[in-house]
Nanobody, 131 residues
Framework: VQLVESGGASVQAGGSLRLSCAVS????????MGWFRQVPGKEREGVAT???????TYTDSVKGRFTISQDNAKHTLYLQMSSLKPEDTAMYYC??????????????????????????WGQGTQVTVSS
């Protein structure tokens, strides 16, 4: 599986960006995907996920501002970001992992945890928000 993120840029606070993640070589019949971000010296943080049923989750700090979506026909994952804040500055990564059992995934801590621990990753795209 290969994932290529794009859409990162430098914007002013209050602005908007849409990140894209193009996926190729995906042979999973059922999978979940998500966006994570990382700043130097800190652990990678889950931002948003989407499961095989289209159910989405968001970390509290982006709820109401970010929207995750996917175009299955184009094998592309998106992250629409609005009302951007300087604290959103980070390298943003997308991830995908095969799903065998959502029950098992929830028992292991949920989609975000499962993706973080078992996902395939892209190289990232930088988002910089200036005040």
């Amino acid at each position: 599986v290969q994932l290529v993120e794009s859409g990162g840029a430098s914007v002013q606070a209050g602005g908007s960006l849409r990140l894209s993640c193009a996926v190729s070589g995906l042979t999973y019949s059922s999978y979940c995907m998500g966006w994570f971000r990382q700043v130097p010296g800190k652990e990678r943080e889950g931002v948003a996920t989407i499961d095989p049923d289209g159910i989405t989750t968001y970390t509290d700090s982006v709820k109401g501002r970010f929207t995750i979506s996917q175009d299955n026909a184009k094998h592309t994952l998106y992250l629409q970001m609005s009302s951007l804040k300087p604290e959103d500055t980070a390298m943003y990564y997308c991830a995908v992992t095969e799903v065998y059992s959502m029950t098992a995934i929830h028992a292991l801590g949920g989609v975000m945890t499962f993706l973080r621990d078992y996902g395939d990753w892209g190289q990232g795209t930088q988002v910089t928000v200036s005040s």
